[in-house]
Nanobody, 114 residues
Framework: QVQLVESGGGEVQPGGSLRLSCAAS????????MSWYRQAPGKERELVAH????????NYAASVKGRFTVSRDIAKNTVYLQMNSLKPEDTAVYYC???????WGQGTQVTVVS
């Protein structure tokens, strides 16, 4: 059974940092591309970051480029999203995704507030 479990969300002040984790199981993680999405209240879900399989090439939404970093630990079957210089507009529920299996995690809330 394919499963994605996010953790690491919370409340932080503007300029702060958080690291999200997504633990994957039920598929060959080392061969799978992974993505992070977010959804703010009243807005559509948007792609934040993506890391390809094998080569681990990363891509980011323009709004987070230079502030967020996606990485993975193949030994731990885990993908991370390091978020620095957080802004109030980064407030959202963050989800990890594996498109190959159409799998989504349950989401983790990130709130950036003064």
């Amino acid at each position: 059974q394919v499963q994605l479990v996010e953790s690491g969300g919370g409340e932080v002040q503007p300029g702060g940092s958080l690291r999200l984790s997504c633990a994957a199981s039920g598929f060959t993680f080392s061969l799978s591309a992974m993505s992070w999405y977010r959804q703010a209240p009243g807005k559509e879900r948007e792609l934040v970051a993506h890391i390809t399989n094998l080569s681990g090439i990363t891509n980011y939404a323009a709004s987070v480029k230079g502030r967020f970093t996606v990485s993975r630990d193949i030994a731990k079957n885990t993908v991370y999203l390091q978020m620095n210089s957080l802004k109030p507009e980064d407030t959202a529920v963050y989800y990890c995704n594996n498109a190959q299996h159409n799998a989504w995690g349950q989401g983790t809330q990130v709130t950036v507030v003064s």
